[in-house]
């Protein structure tokens, strides 16, 4: 079941075929094709908002967008279709020579898209999958995903994003998780008059873990970060909060740490390591532990999720008009290499080749062939 199944429109809603077919006297200097998430899955989170899409028309770029696809961040088809966005079915956003999903496509979807054309998405477990992989090749889809792009700045700017609206959005769901009604003990992180404030272990120093131990500490929580990386804890000390403490993990240290902590937030250190078993039976009753590898509290704020994604969009959108479409802006762009996956009708991501073992190639070594 599609979007538009889902969140059914009336047929003259919908651009005919022969409408899209139809050229302007002008031809739009990019083709956007905006996809919704399918409704079988658990995502809420979109790339773009009305407001995002009404700056890409306003320079020449031509948004089409499958009806229903805003519903996830409640905009309604209308508020699109107000800033210049084309309303059309899902086949027909299939069909644009550059098409935007948050999440990947499945197999039966990309054999609807252009031959030769482009997939832009966020990573998803769907590219770990050899037929995923094998259609895109077969359909010569140049696959690229925005959380592996960096800027000129060298910032995973789009990565960034998702793990800072992560780490924030964890401390929402611990106190929610508390709270009475969350069917907690009935606790605000914030100690008041008499009171001490919960304490938040997060381990970890990534994006995700450092504004998660911020916003512990701006509800007013004792918070603690951990890493087994001392040049990384001296790294994220500088993007922390003052009363923030920064701590090395040490066993007796993380043992003490565990059993004070009310709140748990686990994401990736920056040398392997795994929460010890022995310490399951030294955790507080109804203590919150969340794995931010696992979960993504992002899906909560779809809406501050697409406002967000849309503002570094619209310049990597201008920038590829400006570099005469997706394949100047592949040939000259290093940041955007580096998030292709399938290009030219080969696999270019070596992690996701060794995962399926299927063979990868250097996207360089295939640019500078054709230079």
């Not at 701006?218 to 994220?236: H, P, Q, R, T, W």
């Not at 993007?239 to 937030?265: F, Q």
Request: with cysteine; glycine share 8%; charged share 20%.
């Amino acid at each position: 079941m599609t979007t538009q199944d889902k969140y059914p429109v009336a047929e003259a809603e919908l651009v005919t075929q022969a409408e899209l077919q139809m050229e302007n006297t002008t031809k739009p200097k990019l083709q956007l094709g905006l996809l919704g998430n399918y409704s079988d899955s658990e995502e809420t989170r979109m790339l773009l908002t009305p407001e995002g899409c009404g700056m890409l028309t306003s320079a020449g770029i031509e948004v089409l967008m499958e009806a229903g696809a805003g519903v996830d961040i409640s905009f309604p088809d209308e508020n699109y279709a107000e800033y210049g966005v084309r309303i059309v079915s899902r086949d027909q956003a299939l069909a644009q020579p550059i098409v935007l999903s948050f999440m990947p496509l499945k197999p039966k979807d990309i054999k609807k898209m252009r031959k030769g054309s482009a997939l832009l998405c966020m990573m998803g477990n769907t590219l770990f999958e050899p037929a995923t992989i094998k259609a895109l090749m077969a359909q010569q889809i140049d696959t690229g995903c925005f959380d592996n792009m960096y800027s000129h700045h060298d910032v995973t700017i789009f990565a960034n994003i998702i793990d800072e609206i992560d780490g924030r959005g964890a401390i929402m769901y611990a106190q929610e998780s508390l709270s009475y009604l969350g069917g907690g003990k009935g606790v605000l992180l914030a100690g008041v008059a008499g009171l001490n404030p919960c304490e938040v272990l997060v381990l970890g120093t990534g994006t995700a873990a450092i504004h998660a131990a911020n916003a512990a500490s701006a509800a007013g929580a004792k918070a603690v970060i951990m890493d087994n990386d001392i040049s990384a804890l001296e790294i994220a000390r500088s993007g922390l909060v003052a009363g923030v403490e920064v701590v090395a993990i040490h066993p007796r240290v993380l043992t003490n740490r565990v059993k004070t902590a009310d709140i748990i937030i686990t994401t990736p250190t920056t040398q392997e390591f795994k929460f010890p078993q022995v310490l399951s039976s030294q955790l507080k009753d109804n203590v919150y532990v969340l794995d931010l590898s696992e979960v993504h509290p992002s899906v909560s704020v779809p809406r501050t999720v697409a406002m967000a994604l849309s503002n570094p969009l619209i310049n990597f959108f201008n920038e590829m008009s400006i570099k005469n479409g997706f394949d100047g802006m592949v040939a000259t762009t290093p940041g955007v290499q580096s998030g292709m996956i399938v290009y030219k009708g080969k696999l270019v991501d070596k992690l996701i080749g060794s995962y399926t073992s299927m063979p990868s190639i250097d996207i360089r070594v295939m640019l500078s062939a054709t230079n």
